[in-house]
């Protein structure tokens, strides 16, 4: 699959983008028979260039995807993972569906709540957590789970989240990795991992190469 | 008997290479596709008689036959997983891709497919890298691209990430968002093997299912219909969470009791407790109790004839110490949040429910309350049956009922003394 070629007016949208993003742009847009259907890794693109999905970064994909900006809009708002507001550093998901509640989550997000200051739903004053609940992550086995950026930590508790929060708060690590946070505060696996995860995230985006935001941990 | 998992149970640390995957008879399934021709490989998948392992438990080899012979098709595989208490593709995704690629290859020449998408739901990045980096050594090998070991066959495979929406589990909604929509459902027909992604014969089929591809080709889809009962064939993966003392995911072969699955192989329940209640196939099941269930055996036509389903494979288990209005609470707000809004009775109907509960929770709950939680399921789902009537566009609103109904049916002194004392019946026993 090549990547696109972009026409003056598309590169117009993202000319303030950065040259890795805008590579990004080209090839997602490659990977589509319709180029429609790169709405969504683009709106992720533009949250990595934004932060968060803006109203310029909606402009800049509709006319990357011949959309209206109403339209990227609508498809935007549907889903729980293009954020409309400004984030922490951290975004802390909390899993609180059927199986992690049977198992204590709400006593996890309360920690979580407690340790930060932030309550679910909202971001701290100074720009490090944002804190949310959030559904089944698919990690019930290793229930009560817990996603940084999107990174996750099975089998916590709530002192373990406290913890958690406080290494996020002083070491204020610029990647996160799934395997470093499972080691340091993580129980029970829903499955044996195995393998170690050389890959983590720096931003709330889940760090999906194609979307750049992977880094590598050390 | 293993199939699915049986390379990553031995070989642990590198079950996800290609190099592994190679050497363990990786892709020798493909080369003999290509030599029976894609009629035999369909034929296979057919004899084997596997049935879908998303929820729906249709048989595969029947949805391939529907696929309309307009081309382009797609194949989208549906690696969406959010159903509550299933955690099984997760494991496939990450400790053995290749065996999904290898599938989806397969699938693809046996249905005239040349572009294939893997879905993944957004909250699952690193089974996305995994499968991202499986696809890269695919092509860097010749498995995917132009002429694929020389058949003649081409295959581009994109993988697509989410962007968090349970909704989008469902086949229609998928399409939709792969399409660059809302995730919203279709309404049916017609079904997507007659239109689908962009309007064009699109299959959609599940991780687990097509991950078996591979070694029903190689070893024959008889060989695969002769493990465990007639309609429940072959090895399926179970995720066991909850109050169990081993939770994770099994392979197995359909057929044990339920007894066996949750003392046998799940270990039980910690701390000896008794079992209260479980969740035979994900949240949207209605429940099963022990002194009614446990002892029918776990295949998809029986666990459907006692008026639930195995849907996604995933058993939640809850102990003696459960609170289960506070449980089915937590059901109904996940559908009540996952409502995509589209038919009334679903979006307004889970509302309401929810609030309803939130009263029983507070303290505030009222008799008419227990009525009220029948009346309004009944509107959702009229007659309140299991498989439900279908008043909305897709069975989530329906799924949504199913834990109220289970709650009246099994345990409606506790609803009723959590209105009279507003205390969960559970904590009252554990205060003496
Ligand atoms: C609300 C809802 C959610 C669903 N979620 C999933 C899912 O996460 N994964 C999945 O494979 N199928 C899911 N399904 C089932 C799909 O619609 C579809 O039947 C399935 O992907 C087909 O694959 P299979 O035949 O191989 O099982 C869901 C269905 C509904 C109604
Ligand atoms: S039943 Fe609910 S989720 Fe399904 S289409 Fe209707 S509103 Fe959407
Ligand atoms: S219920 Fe929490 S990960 Fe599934």
Redesign the pocket.
Known sequence: MKPATLSEAEMDAISDWSESSQQLVRELLGKYPDKRSAVMPLLYVSMIENGYVTAEGMKSVAVLTGLTGAQVQSVASFYSMYKREELGKYLVSVCTSISCFLLGADDVLAAIEDETGVPDGETGHDGTFTVEHVECNGACGGAPVVLVNYEMVEGVTAEKARELVKWLRDGGPDVVGTEEMQQLFGGAKSFDWAVREPEGAVLPVPAFAPYGSARGVK | MKILTERMEAHRTDSHTIERYEATGGYSALRKGFEIGPEAVTAEVKASNIR???????P?GV?WGFLAPARPAYLVI?A????PG?FK?RQLLERDPHQLVEGVVLSSYALGVNHAFIYIRGEYPKPARRVQHAVDEAYAKGYLGKDILGSGFDLDVTVHLGGGA??C???SA?LNSLEGRRGEPRIKPPFPAVEGLYSKPTI????E??SNVPWIVSNGGIAYASIGPDTSAGTRLISLSGHINKPGNYEIVMGMTWRDLIYDIGGGIPGGRELKAWIPGGS?APWFVPAEHLDTPATIDDVNDLGSMMG?GAVIVMDETTDVVAAAHRIVRFYSHESCGQCTPCREGTTWLERIFNRLLNGQGRMADIDLLIDVSDGISPGLTWPPAMTTI???GP?ATAPVVSIMKYFRDEVEARVVSGIPVALEAADG
């Open positions: 879908g392992r998303g929820g729906a438990n249709f595969a949805k549906n969406d997983e959010s159903e299933t593709d349970y909704i589990g469902e086949e998928l959609v089929n599940n991780v299912t097509i949207s996604s897709c069975p989530l799924s």
